[in-house]
């Protein structure tokens, strides 16, 4: 399902010619709405649900909705990017919380 | 021998100075003066206060002096159009030069003494200055003592040619006055007392009366103030004028106010009335991207370094920087010069190095950098100009992909902390401190010094050069690797040294906490606090506040 964008929260990546969701969607499916510059979706039905943009979003602006084949609302998928962990958090549609945390750098 | 081109825009007395001291000091200098003659506001004076020597003897030296160096290029009726940086340290400059030629030129530094405007004196409706005759500003009763003035250099009244024998000075028109300029502009007080001694050494029947506010005479002004005082005996009335009255069949202005002291309605009767005004915030174009402060002025960091502005390589002189005199003017010209050999001539600081395999070339450090120092080169990557850079790291704070580090400041420090951490058997809580190394080490130093039994235990404090150096990312990792609780100490808003530091962490802890609501990780444990130097007590109650909260919460769900 669709990245859906916290307006308050992206800041366009401040008027850069390419914002770093536009760069790292696979699918080139981000780009910069409006006036003023705020990312959107062009076609939420081609999303994979990859979870690049929201792990890459340096204003943490960027959230996913899950597939109803993973979980129904309001379950959620929410990724934290540490300096070399990251970690993952789950959230049920029962509310019950399951945590994840990889190291994913070594150097 | 220090080698550089310095473009002085501007050829008043503070852009002179500059540019001669600069010349002086080996420096190619390029001078623009945007009208068709040298000398600005400074050459339309009759007299300089306090020696009342005309201001003609030090420009016509100055003009001189600069004429004689081979390294000064001085272009008249020259406008700039355009400042943009275009490598570490250089800004390429255009400049408009009538009647129809462009100049570009590669320069390491500007130094802006266009001056100010001085307040438009109609804009004060009950004073009638452009409709009643014989009302006029300070600047306008200079020159009628010049040779091509409206009177042909003699005293007497600009409109009717009459003798003038009564001349009334209004202080503080349009200054000091939320309607017109708010602030004092700080020389009109001297001015119409230097006035008035030259009205008086020039004619001998005249009476001069001046309407004031305050008297501002700082420092050694007061004892000229005392001296003009004693010495012509004007008639001081503490008031502001209400309004002036004319009478066309006599010609006379009478002046109402009320004066302060007395509580009673005076009036009195004049051939002239001067207003003294004060001037105006500078039309600066944008392309210099100065920062200005609340009354429209360059901001610089006040009081430590008055003369630097946020923008590495651009410094002001003279008017534009705040209304000043001839004196004040010349002393922040070298002042501006003196920055200006600093930075050619500087050890080069700590700046962020750039890892270009994880570089994204976003553009982030561009936008963010508080100093301009930091530009996007010709293949897109970022360059740090060492010589601009004053390592404050919010670059680095704000990099998304953390691939630009001030050397041995960086999240390495950080990943450290974390897996020590996480090898103890069974750690305290422990909080990670993120302290700004100007003002909240300071403090914690002497904390640290003061407090002897346990109480700081299990708080590892960090030093970071500005609270804008810290990640977003570092937080996270702490948070990740089973930290319970961020604290970071950074200035109160208004004395970061930095200007950008508090207000771009606010914005990012903001975003960082709404997103860890959502992950139901609470957020208060990540907390701001604004710590001055003297505030040591303050961080030890926040500390144990941050403390009993974070008990309360429990230790972090991903320990």
């Given at each position: 399902m669709p990245p859906k964008v916290d307006q308050q929260k992206c800041d366009g990546c401040k008027g850069e010619k390419e914002a770093l969701c536009e760069a790292i969607c696979p699918g080139d499916l981000m780009y910069m709405k409006g006036d003023v510059p705020r990312a959107d979706c062009r076609s939420p039905r081609d999303c994979w649900d990859c979870m690049s943009c929201v792990k890459v979003c340096p204003q943490g602006a960027i959230e996913t909705r899950l597939p109803y084949q993973l979980g129904y609302y309001p379950a959620k998928l929410i990724p934290l990017m540490g300096s070399k962990r990251v970690s993952w958090t789950c959230i049920s549609q029962d509310d019950k919380v399951e945590r994840f945390n990889y190291k994913n750098r070594n150097d | 021998m220090t080698k550089g081109k310095i473009l002085v825009v501007g050829g008043g007395i503070a852009g002179l100075t500059a540019a001669e001291k600069l010349a002086r000091a080996c420096l190619e200098v390029v001078l623009a003066e945007k009208s068709s003659a040298l000398g600005g506001r400074v050459a339309r004076l009759h007299r300089y206060y306090p020696r009342l020597c005309p201001p003609r003897c030090g420009l016509e030296v100055l003009t001189g002096s600069i004429q004689s160096f081979s390294n000064v290029e001085i272009h008249l009726l020259s406008e700039?159009?355009?400042?943009?940086?275009?490598?570490?340290?250089?800004?390429?400059?255009?400049?408009?030069?009538?009647?129809?030629?462009?100049?570009?030129?590669?320069?390491?530094?500007?130094?802006?003494?266009?001056?100010?405007?001085?307040?438009?004196?109609?804009?004060?409706?009950?004073?009638?200055?452009?409709?009643?005759?014989?009302?006029?500003?300070?600047?306008?009763?200079?020159?009628?003592?010049?040779?091509?003035?409206?009177?042909?250099?003699?005293?007497?009244?600009?409109?009717?040619?009459?003798?003038?024998?009564?001349?009334?000075?209004?202080?503080?028109?349009?200054?000091?006055?939320?309607?017109?300029?708010?602030?004092?502009?700080?020389?009109?007080?001297?001015?119409?007392?230097?006035?008035?001694?030259?009205?008086?050494?020039?004619?001998?029947?005249?009476?001069?009366?001046?309407?004031?506010?305050?008297?501002?005479?700082?420092g050694s002004k007061e004892e000229y103030y005392r001296q003009v005082r004693e010495e012509y005996r004007p008639v001081l009335i503490r008031g502001l004028p209400s309004g002036i009255d004319y009478r066309a069949d006599t010609g006379d202005l009478t002046v109402r106010c009320v004066d302060t002291l007395s509580d009673k309605e005076v009036r009195g009767n004049f051939d002239l009335v001067v207003l003294a005004t004060g001037m105006a915030p500078p039309d600066l174009p944008d392309f210099y991207r100065i920062e200005r402060d609340s009354f429209g002025f360059?901001?610089?960091?006040?009081?430590?370094?008055?003369?630097?502005?946020?923008?590495?390589?651009?410094?002001?002189?003279?008017?534009?920087?705040?209304?000043?005199?001839?004196?004040?003017?010349?002393k922040s010209a070298l002042a501006a010069v003196a920055q200006c050999l600093v930075k050619l001539q500087q050890q080069p600081a700590l700046y962020p190095r750039l890892d270009p395999r994880k570089c994204d070339r976003c553009g982030r450090c561009v936008k963010e950098c508080p100093y301009g120092a930091c530009i996007l080169g010709s293949d897109g990557y970022p360059l740090v100009d060492p010589g601009d850079c004053r390592s404050c790291g919010i670059c680095q704070g704000g990099c998304p992909l953390l691939c630009l580090n001030l050397p041995g400041q960086g999240g390495k420090r950080i990943e450290e902390v974390v897996d020590r951490v996480l090898s103890q058997e069974n750690p305290t809580p422990p909080i990670l401190l993120f302290l700004c190394g100007n003002d909240a080490y300071p403090a914690w130093k002497k904390l640290t010094d003061l407090i002897e039994d346990n109480s700081l235990q299990g708080i590892i404090p960090l030093v970071v050069p500005c609270i804008g150096a810290v990640n977003a990312a570092w937080i996270n990792e702490a948070l990740i690797g089973g930290l319970d609780g961020v604290m970071l100490a950074g200035c109160p808003d208004d004395q970061c040294h930095h200007s950008a530091?508090?207000?771009?962490?606010?914005?990012?802890?903001?975003?960082?906490?709404?997103?860890?609501?959502?992950?139901?990780?609470?957020?208060?444990?990540?907390?701001i606090t604004a710590i001055s130097m003297d505030d040591s007590l303050k961080l030890s109650g926040e500390l144990q506040r941050f403390k009993k909260t974070l008990e309360k919460l429990g230790p972090n769900p991903f320990r």
């Open positions: - | 700039v159009v355009e400042v943009k940086k275009t490598a570490p340290g250089l800004h390429t400059v255009t400049i408009f030069k009538q009647p129809d030629e462009e100049l570009t030129l590669d320069v390491n530094g500007l130094i802006i003494a266009t001056g100010a405007d001085l307040y438009d004196a109609s804009l004060i409706k009950e004073y009638g200055y452009g409709q009643l005759p014989g009302v006029i500003t300070a600047m306008e009763l200079e020159s009628i003592f010049r040779p091509d003035g409206p009177t042909g250099g003699l005293p007497v009244h600009p409109a009717t040619g009459g003798p003038l024998r009564r001349v009334a000075f209004i202080q503080c028109a349009g200054s000091r006055n939320k309607n017109h300029l708010p602030y004092c502009s700080g020389y009109c007080c001297t001015v119409t007392l230097k006035q008035v001694q030259y009205l008086h050494q020039s004619l001998k029947d005249i009476q001069a009366w001046i309407f004031y506010q305050d008297i501002r005479t700082p360059p901001a610089g960091h006040l009081p430590c370094d008055p003369s630097e502005l946020r923008r590495s390589g651009i410094w002001a002189a003279g008017c534009v920087q705040s209304p000043m005199d001839a004196e004040d003017s010349v530091g508090p207000p771009l962490t606010a914005t990012r802890m903001e975003n960082l906490k709404e997103t860890l609501a959502r992950m139901r990780l609470e957020p208060q444990r990540v907390q």
